[in-house]
């Protein structure tokens, strides 16, 4: 028999990491409640015509395709053959595969808008947490199968939702003491405007997939990629001085006013930006104007986000999003505008972990261990150990009556902090001895003040 094993690119994870992720999962989920989103979810698959088409060239190619049922069908082998044909080639067959596992959470909310919006109160915000899928290859920060935990607004073009926004990855952050966040900010119309002034709109995908490459490849590898775009030297050059803009967020608004103010769609977004940086700016976020953030999807229309892991570990991202002023438009649903930024929750793991940043108590599971000393003595200790559930106190009672030292390792092991002994003689005598294993204090308490005991 084969030695078991996991697909590549994912994770089992056992009860001391599940809860180090709940602890994340519900930090960002009470925050997401604290501003009045509500919670949904979708199917992990979708049709795969709903995903196609909406990441991009790159995202395209990581959507995992999930085969049709029957294609072990005699009476269809030769279709069969043909479609594998064309999927060699690259291209989608309906013979072969019409779903696929969900790519990101946004798409497919958009979806649901566009099915139910009819029924929807606007704005409409929810928050979602559910794993996603990528055809992506695994490395250090990087998984085919991850959590996401977005929050999107939808029915309202205030600039005041992206304000909002912001403050929650601040608001998280802060709450899992992650200093030394950045949070950056850009705009697509910015990103456009740059795109016109470099010869056209029809430009835009292409700066923007080679600008969103610039930290992993350099400025010299994203120019040359450029030229193999199409773009002349003159355009280049005027990229490569708009990806070398620094400065505060002041400076930076000035030169991009410097370079595209000109354009009437640049000097939208420099007008947007520059709203949402004043109105966070009593709340000491850190937020940075990045002209180089891209976020290479097709869907964005305006302010995007990019959260950035603390410099002491080299994690890169770890949330992003943006405005996608059509995204339903995609469904035949038109003109209904949305916002939305997403956590990287595996990511969030993997810097906390590094950074040692997991409370304490975060293990925290079974409180307390009633010892099994024998049939009415653990009777009896069941009783009790009810009484302290029902109070919210996790208890446990050891499966079988050994001798204490196997009792002992076993609550060592789980980390359970005190142990109840009700022996033959604690039973006569209406009483019990409680061990705190962190201090070795002992002392002896009546039955009947059990439950009010303060474990």
Known sequence: MAKPSLPQGTRDFGPEVVRKRNYILNTIRNVFELYGFQPLETPAMENLDTLMGKYGEEGDKLIFKILNNGLDNPDKEKQIREDFEKVLLGKNTKGITERALKYDLTIPFARYVAMNHNQLTFPFKRYQVQPVWRADRPQKGRYREFYQCDA?????????????????????????????????????????????????????????????????????????????????AEQVNIIEKYLGITGTNDEI??????????????????????????????????????????RGLNYYTGIIFEAKAPDIVKMGSIGGGGRYDDLTGLFGVPDIPGVGISFGVDRIYDVMEELNLFPPDVHAGTQVLFFNLGEAESKKSFELMQQLRQQGIPCELYHEMVKFDKQFKYAEKKNIPFVVIIGEKELNDNNCNIKNLSTGKQETVLLKDLPGYHF
């Open 152 to 232: 999107d607004v939808v029915g309202s073009n205030s600039l005041l939702n992206e304000v909002e926004l912001a403050s929650i990855y601040h608001e998280v952050f802060s709450r899992l003491k992650l200093d030394g966040y950045e949070l950056r900010i850009n705009h697509r119309k910015i990103l456009t405007a740059l795109a016109e002034i470099c010869g056209g709109a029809d430009k835009m995908m292409d700066i923007t997939i080679a600008i969103d490459k610039l930290d992993k490849i350099g400025i010299d590898q994203v120019k040359e990629e450029l030229i193999q775009r199409g773009l002349a």
């Open 253 to 294: 608004l000035n030169s991009l006013l410097e370079i595209i103010g000109r354009s009437e769609i640049g000097r939208k977004g420099i007008e947007q930006v520059s709203f949402v940086l004043a109105n966070l700016q009593p709340q000491t976020i850190n937020l940075k104007l990045d002209p180089t953030l891209a």
